[in-house]
């Protein structure tokens, strides 16, 4: 449950719909960040924007990930 109130479906423009529409089939349930992001649809696609961008960051190689690992850990 979030503080601020979820904009009812009737108000939602067509990126909004896809929006949730996307989500709800990734997730498998409907999540309650799309809904109060329906409010400024602007901040709605750059959040799925970071979101994509982040998702992609698990397709590293995983030599490259034990590099990151192994430097980090001499830097402490």
């Known amino acids: 449950m979030t ?5 009812s ?4 423009n067509p990126l909004v719909r896809l929006a949730h529409t996307v989500s ?5 349930r ?4 799309v809904g109060v992001y ?3 649809p602007g901040l709605l696609m750059g959040y799925g ?5 982040t998702a992609k960051q698990a397709r ?3 030599r490259l990930k034990v590099l990151a690992e192994t430097s980090a850990s001499w830097s402490s």
């Open 30 to 33: 409907d999540v309650d960040p």
């Open 38 to 40: 329906a409010y400024t």
């Open 49 to 53: 924007a970071f979101e994509r961008a």
């Open 24 to 28: 709800r089939r990734q997730l498998g």
């Open 9 to 12: 479906k009737r108000s939602w």
């Open 60 to 62: 590293m190689q995983e």
């Open 3 to 7: 503080r601020i109130d979820v904009v």
